[in-house]
């Protein structure tokens, strides 16, 4: 059996690329199509070893800057790809990839991330980097990108959710049923701490949509030990509005995250997710989470027994939610948190991800 694995472009190894990853291992690929790779990113990835294909957009001059921006011609760059040599084609998708046009006899495996978001409910974030004619422009391209998304959806033999989340979102946009398998986190590379500091910690992108804004401003307010793990255009930003109990580590390595992780009162997380990987790496740390309870992280952390719940993305809000925390700390079980994120392993998802195929593909 020839399988093809299609993914919207290869630039940096994020979530999406860590489940194309582990879908590599359980089934080989024979070739990787994708609109862009950058092949430094890749150098000890299951990716590596498989050849890449890329797109037409690949050749444009410094498209890495901003390719974002090609969204309008991201449908016709995908088309663009035959794929008529394969029996199974699985693709792996935020934007795009589950547009591949298959063959008669094919069989197409999506697994979606998420319906594209700037076609439908990002929509007026995306139109906010133009201005004038190019926004009115902009707007009527997406308008045409819109309907593709839906009707290439039709192409999808079997289609794949990473959580509830997205599956509601599946079937909002596509009136399609999706079935849920959770992505692969590497749970395994953390551990319990015997010693618990005096600190919450956040590990994020500093980007506006992460609401990192929340979290500073509420622990400013508080007046309690904050320290921020990652970088991004946001760090200025919040490091104007910070405390002076706020501290930013920057971006480190895995085992500097496992360590600052293991040792914290708590992980919080102000962010709309889909899934939401770091909420389930603190969890594998027996660390209890402070969380913006929508979204997929309602699906990884139970409240009251691995967490603690806000409902508005609101200072206020946040700060009520720390303050009950601190009321029920001593009430939570650090081992009995770990348990909770080992049904987000690698392994799981493996095992899932092969009975799926056999499944698509007609066995028992």
Same mark, same amino acid.
């Given at each position: 059996?020839? !399988?093809?694995?299609?993914?919207?472009?290869?630039?940096?190894?994020?979530?999406?690329?860590?489940?194309?990853?582990?879908?590599?291992?359980?089934?080989?690929?024979?070739?990787?199509?994708?609109?862009?790779?950058?092949?430094?990113?890749?150098?000890?990835?299951?990716?590596?070893? *498989?050849?890449?294909?890329?797109?037409?957009?690949?050749?444009?001059?410094?498209?890495?800057?901003?390719?974002?921006?090609?969204?309008?011609?991201?449908p016709m760059a995908v088309e663009?790809?035959?794929? +008529?040599?394969? &029996?199974?084609?699985?693709?792996?998708?935020?934007? !795009?990839?589950?547009?591949?046009?298959?063959?008669?006899?094919?069989?197409?495996?999506?697994? *979606?991330?998420?319906?594209? +978001?700037?076609?439908?409910?990002?929509?007026?974030?995306?139109?906010?980097?133009?201005?004038? !004619?190019?926004?009115?422009? =902009?707007?009527?391209?997406?308008?045409?990108?819109?309907?593709? &998304?839906? =009707?290439?959806?039709?192409? !999808?033999?079997v289609m794949v959710a990473n959580s509830k989340t997205v599956a509601a979102r599946i079937r909002k946009y596509y009136n399609r049923e999706a079935k849920v398998i959770y992505p692969p986190v590497d749970v395994h590379r953390f551990r319990v701490s015997e010693n618990v500091e005096d600190y919450f910690v956040v590990v994020s992108r500093l980007v506006p949509y992460k609401r990192i804004d929340l979290i500073v401003e509420a622990f400013s307010r508080l007046g309690l030990r904050l320290l921020v793990v990652g970088d991004g255009p946001d760090m200025g930003r919040l490091k104007r509005m910070a405390g002076r109990n706020v501290e930013f580590l920057g971006r480190l390595d895995d085992d500097g995250v496992a360590e600052i992780l293991s040792k914290a009162r708590a992980f919080v997380f102000a962010a709309y997710e889909d899934f939401g990987i770091s909420p389930v790496e603190a969890l594998a740390s027996g660390v209890p989470v402070i969380a913006y309870g929508r979204g997929g992280v309602s699906e990884s952390v139970e409240e009251g027994r691995s967490g603690v719940f806000f409902y508005e993305q609101t200072v206020d809000a946040l700060v009520e939610a720390v303050r009950k925390f601190l009321q029920m700390e001593d009430g939570f079980n650090r081992e009995d948190i770990r348990k909770s994120a080992l049904r987000f392993s690698p392994e799981r998802f493996r095992r899932e991800f092969r009975e799926l195929v056999r499944s698509a593909l007609g066995g028992d």
């Open positions: 059996m020839k !399988v093809a694995y299609v993914h919207d472009w290869l630039l940096t190894r994020a979530g999406a690329e860590r489940v194309l990853e582990e879908m590599l291992r359980e089934i080989p690929g024979e070739r990787i199509y994708t609109l862009l790779y950058d092949e430094s990113e890749f150098r000890n990835s299951p990716v590596a070893k *498989v050849p890449v294909e890329t797109s037409f957009l690949s050749k444009f001059p410094f498209v890495k800057r901003y390719y974002r921006k090609l969204l309008p011609l991201m663009s790809f035959n794929l +008529r040599d394969y &029996d199974l084609i699985i693709s792996s998708s935020h934007a !795009v990839a589950k547009g591949i046009i298959p063959h008669p006899g094919q069989v197409h495996i999506s697994y *979606v991330h998420t319906p594209m +978001r700037y076609a439908w409910d990002l929509t007026y974030d995306y139109l906010a980097d133009f201005n004038g !004619v190019m926004r009115f422009l =902009a707007g009527f391209m997406l308008s045409y990108v819109r309907v593709w &998304d839906y =009707a290439s959806s039709g192409r !999808v033999d």
